[in-house]
């Protein structure tokens, strides 16, 4: 591929399932392919458009790829699937063997934040570097439930009820509609010049394929997930941890006590007035960050993926 020009990748599939993956870069001809390359990650309904005002800027200097997860965005949506960390964290770790080919540093938001970082705890080695925006995922000493829309939903209408088929629709089409997906933007991001009609539809287009309100029902049985304090003792590369810090849903400040007790040592944090999407709230800061931290990072040499 030329490396000034960004696009859709050529097909590649997971478990023989489609799933839709771009790369860009690097555009700056002085750009060796020593540096890490950057693999994106997005959160729970979206989509690799959430990152759009990253991609641009980071493919200067780096090879940058990203993916929609198996459930979202252009992805497939097959019902037999379990979704679920475990089945995410392999569908990254595979893009990274075959398609990448060389050390990747992993980065994730939220439900891609923790897939991120299962993944870079499985890769090991091959795993140039974690970086988390918010991420989500347990910790072994939580006593409470998992945040997110399966607890909002549990909470609000209760979990009996929440096993009803026609209920669930009715749910899963409330929160579809553009109104309901920019009244929920509205809440998590506290500056909100970039909720805009761009980012609703980027939301709302993938709940119109088939397959999408399968998704949506997992969402209420996807099971907890491994510890993030076991995958931070596994994980052998650099980590960054980069915070909206005024996170209405996850309580930042309070998770970011947990992570600071939890995490490696050699553990860079940076902290956003922002909210629960940080790369899209405030994309300049977070691409300087993200930046700043990639250049003090090992160089690694290149090598060839396991496949075209």
Known sequence: MDRNQGADLPPWSFQGHAVHCL?????????????????????????????????????RRHEVHALDLLGFGRSSKPAELAYGGALWRDQLVAYVR??????????????????ALAAGAALGEQAG??????????????????????????????????????LQRLLFENLRRPATIRRTLNQVYIDRTNVDEALVEAIRRPSLDPGAFG????????????????????????????????????????????????????????????????????????????????ANLPRHGACQPEHP
């Open 215 to 294: 998704v949506f029902r997992t969402v209420f049985d996807i099971p907890r997930g491994q510890p993030l304090d076991e995958l931070f003792a596994q994980l052998q590369a650099p980590l960054l941890l980069l915070w909206g810090i005024r996170d209405p849903w996850i309580n930042a400040a309070g998770r970011r006590a947990s992570f600071q007790r939890h995490a490696p040592e050699a553990t860079t944090e940076v902290v956003l007035e922002a909210g629960h999407c940080p790369h899209d709230e405030v994309p300049d800061q977070v691409n300087a960050a993200l930046l700043d931290w990639l």
């Open 98 to 115: 075959e398609r990448i080919g060389r050390p990747t540093v992993i980065a994730g938001n939220s439900l891609g934040g923790f897939a």
């Open 23 to 59: 790369r860009q870069g690097p555009l700056e001809p002085d750009a060796g392919l020593d540096q890490p390359a950057l693999l994106l990650v997005h959160g729970f309904g979206a989509s690799t458009d959430h990152w759009r005002h990253n991609i641009p800027v980071l493919a």
């Open 129 to 166: 570097g974690v970086v988390l925006l918010n991420a989500a995922g347990p910790f072994s000493d939580e006593q409470k439930p998992p945040q997110g829309w399966g607890a909002i939903a549990r909470q609000t209408i209760g979990s009996a009820l929440l096993k009803s088929p026609v």
